[in-house]
């Protein structure tokens, strides 16, 4: 086993077994107890299967099988580069069985340099990916780039995954405390950091999910996040506790969304409020009077409208408001008895995994008055065991009483129920993805004409929040727009507000006040015009 610098610490493990937030189970060991016992109920589905649990462990051994003879052994890391696959999960739980650290995280938006940059950082073992994923495959020779990485020994594809189990002796991995999930997340810099995992980590979250909202093996789940997604993750922390039916984000060709949560039957559908108001409007659009057999959907990754919230409470669907992190994963939830006014308003007050205060904005050491607005902080048994091969950024994301800063302000109500005031990120989230400002500024800053740029965020009813680039500098939008394409800025990061001024608010220090550009666009004293990027076409061959 090779080692992992962690948070891990004996005596705060201790207490989280004592209290039943953390067990001996793992991953695997948990999905092999519902094919002992249930070995014919329907386990996982996507749009092109779906496995009942004794087939999920057969293809999931065999998956460990071939990586345990291929030298990929506990303490190795395998990363994920596929779409919302049952593949997806078969390799995650294989990577369970035999210790090994996934990384599941790289999404379908990354570039194919991107990925190999994540890839060294981790030294993976092994890629899993499938044919033309990505942003940019079809016009880079990936193959060839990953030939120069030594580290790496196997890519798998999703077509041809191993199916034949060739080990019949072996034991599983039985700690459920060693790293076994990474997932790259970062801040307003845009520099990745990678959150580190283990089973009981993960799992005392969805343990409280799953107690407080009666989850069950007759519920069936469906994810509308995409398995790059921490949300995802989420799910399948559930899954495998209650034993339900898991059906991810992957409809059927022609397929809508609505219609595959209607097809499957979905009871429990997670998402972010953007997934929600997509969904909500087809339903309209359709004069349906009931989105299928759901009685409970989940939303998080940004602030929930109060019009969408309401629209579900309306046809008996409970709506689950949610605040959480990558670091600490959905701990902050409401309750299906709440009041109408807490599901709608707040992220309720979570469970026993994970414990929240506020904290003085100016001062993370000191705990803020109550009932004032502050900068939320946590720690619990639900938290991360810090970040990867980062011990610089672990150090500084807690304060001198062992909690989690996250960044975001809020404050409690009378009942302790949490409310999200605003973000001290600098991060755009636009519909649950989130984009780094830096990364659009350092491209536009590349071109010749400009000489300052900010990225900053306007509101938007359906996504939340759109990205408006505002430059000094005489440069068109559709030129603007060409030279961060052609910078390697992904289509999904493009601004779609853009202007020109003749100077930017700026604080004594000389940085530049975004949050001002903000509310200058709110109060109409700057006016940015609305852009579209239009991805050049390669010439067919």
Not at 86 to 109: D, K, Q, W, Y
Request: aromatic share 8%; hydrophobic share 40%; charged share 25%.
């Amino acid at each position: 086993m090779r080692p992992f610098l962690t948070l891990h610490d004996p005596a705060a493990a201790r207490s989280f077994y004592a209290k039943g937030l953390w067990t001996e189970d793992t991953f695997y060991t948990l999905m092999a107890r519902h094919a002992l016992k249930h070995p014919d109920a329907m386990a996982l589905r996507d749009g092109r299967a779906r496995l009942d649990w004794q087939t999920l462990k057969a293809r999931v051994d065999a998956m460990a099988d071939d990586l345990y003879e291929r030298g990929i052994t506990a303490g190795d890391r395998v990363s994920i580069w596929m779409g919302n696959r049952v593949e997806t999960i078969i390799a995650f739980l294989a990577c369970s069985r035999e210790g090994i650290a996934c990384n599941p995280s790289l999404h379908r938006t990354y570039t194919c340099a991107e990925i190999v940059d994540l890839l060294r950082e981790l030294q993976s073992k092994a890629l899993i990916t499938e044919h033309d994923w990505g942003t940019d495959r079809k016009s880079n020779d990936f193959d060839a780039m990953l030939a120069d990485l030594p580290f790496l020994t196997k890519v798998y594809k999703a077509d041809t995954f191993p199916m034949h189990i060739t080990q019949l002796t072996r034991e599983p991995h039985a700690n459920p405390n060693s790293i076994a999930y990474l997932a790259f997340t970062s801040g307003t810099t845009g520099k990745p950091k990678c959150v580190m995992h283990s089973c009981n980590t993960l799992l005392a979250n969805a343990r409280d999910l799953v107690a407080a909202w009666k989850i069950g093996p007759e519920t069936t789940m469906l994810t509308l996040s995409p398995l790059s997604h921490h949300i995802a993750w989420v799910a399948v922390g559930q899954w495998l506790v209650s034993g339900c039916e898991l059906v991810t984000d992957d409809p059927p060709k022609d397929m809508s969304r609505l219609d595959w949560i209607v097809e499957t039957g979905a009871v429990y559908v997670m998402g972010v409020p953007t997934h929600a108001m997509d969904i909500l409007a087809e339903q309209r659009q359709r004069g349906l009077k009931r989105l299928g057999d759901v009685r409970i959907f989940y939303m998080a990754g940004s602030p929930i409208p109060e019009v969408v919230a309401k629209a579900f409470v309306d046809q008996g669907i409970t709506p689950q408001n949610i605040y959480g992190m990558t670091e600490s994963s959905s701990h902050q939830y409401t309750h299906p008895d709440d009041p109408e006014n807490i599901w709608i308003s707040t992220c309720g007050r979570g469970g026993p995994g994970y414990e929240v205060k506020i904290w003085d904005r100016d001062n993370r050491d000191e705990e803020a008055a109550a009932g004032t607005t502050g900068e939320i902080g946590g720690r619990g048994a639900a938290l991360m065991l810090g970040y990867y091969a980062n011990q610089s950024a672990t150090e500084n994301t807690f304060n001198r009483h062992g909690y989690m800063m996250s960044g975001d302000l809020g404050s409690f109500d009378a009942g302790g129920n949490l409310r999200i005031e605003g973000r001290v990120k600098d991060l755009i989230i636009r519909g649950g993805h989130n984009i780094y400002p830096s990364q659009i500024e350092a491209r536009a800053l590349t071109h010749p004409a400009v000489s300052k740029a900010a990225a900053f965020p306007v509101p938007d009813e359906r996504l939340g929040e759109k990205v408006c680039l505002a430059i000094i500098g005489k440069v068109t939008a559709e030129d603007m727009l060409a030279h961060l394409g052609r910078e390697g800025l992904s289509k999904f990061d493009m601004p779609e507000w853009y202007l020109t001024l003749d100077e930017l608010p700026l604080t004594p220090s000389g940085k530049i006040l975004k949050r001002e550009l903000t509310e200058m666009a709110k109060r109409g004293e700057i006016k940015p015009a609305m852009v579209r990027y239009a991805e050049k076409k390669e010439p067919a061959s």
